[in-house]
Nanobody, 118 residues
Framework: QVQLVESGGGLVQAGGSLRLSCAAS????????MNWYRQAPGKQRELVAG???GYADSVKGRFTIFRDNAKNMVYLQMNSLKPEDTAVYYC????????????????WGQGIQVTVSS
């Protein structure tokens, strides 16, 4: 089994910064991509940043995703935060293989709250 654990969320004032971290653990042979999604109250979950696909327009120039393949970790540096960035942020590992010839599956973290006050 594979587990994803997020950390680094919290409350910050508008204009501030936060860095989210996500650690993937368990039996992992390879991961195709690692991504960050978010879901605000009453809204659908949306892709914020992906290691292979880039950024949502709403965060371009403010957020940076970087992945440490050796440690199976992904980070999201969030700068110039706005109240509309308030959401639960989810880490996603896409296309995880637990063995070289195994099937690939997607996994999700439990989510972490980010709240930006105005």
């Amino acid at each position: 089994q594979v587990q994803l654990v997020e950390s680094g969320g919290g409350l910050v004032q508008a204009g501030g910064s936060l860095r989210l971290s996500c650690a993937a653990s368990g039996t992992i042979f390879s991961i195709n991509a690692m991504n960050w999604y978010r879901q605000a109250p009453g809204k659908q979950r949306e892709l914020v940043a992906g290691s292979a696909v880039g950024y949502a327009d709403s965060v371009k120039g403010r957020f940076t995703i970087f992945r440490d393949n050796a440690k199976n970790m992904v980070y999201l540096q969030m700068n110039s935060l706005k109240p509309e960035d308030t959401a639960v942020y989810y880490c996603n590992a896409a296309g995880v293989a637990q063995r070289w010839d195994g099937a690939r599956m997607d996994y999700w973290g439990q989510g972490i709250q980010v709240t930006v006050s105005s």
